[in-house]
């Protein structure tokens, strides 16, 4: 499995920004797919997360009701749409996948990782 993230860049603040993470190496059905972020010096943080056959979703409480976690399963891709960034979004962002459908927050919980996108919010 492969994972190839794509769509950061530097952005205003109330700005907004679409990631995607094109997915190889399936099927992934059964599958949960994600994004985490990483901002410097912290560790990664859960974003949220998307089951591939229902397309049911799971955010962390800060970032609900501002980003919103999509796939298109013909292109094998996921989304994350970010609106209202605020300089606290800027990150590494990462795609994330693991077999198996839940409720997963928990960086172990994933054993596919992409390269990482880098999101810049300047205020």
């Known amino acids: 499995v492969q994972l190839q993230a794509s769509g950061g860049g530097l952005v205003q603040a109330g700005d907004s920004l679409k990631l995607s993470c094109e997915a190889s190496?399936?099927?992934?059905?059964?599958?949960?797919l994600g994004w985490f972020h990483q901002a410097p010096g912290k560790a990664r943080q859960f974003v949220a997360s998307?089951?591939?056959?229902?397309?049911?979703?799971d955010y962390t409480e800060s970032m609900k009701g501002r980003f919103t976690i999509s796939r298109d399963n013909a292109k094998n891709t996921v989304y994350l749409l970010m609106n209202s960034l605020k300089p606290e979004d800027t990150a590494v962002y990462y795609c994330?996948?693991?077999?198996?459908?839940?409720?997963?927050?928990?960086?172990?919980?994933?054993?596919?990782w992409g390269q990482g996108t880098q999101v810049t919010v300047s205020s």
């Open positions: 190496g399936g099927p992934f059905s059964g599958w949960q």
């Open positions: 998307i089951t591939w056959n229902s397309g049911s979703t």
């Open positions: 994330v996948a693991r077999a198996g459908v839940g409720v997963f927050r928990q960086s172990y919980f994933y054993n596919y």
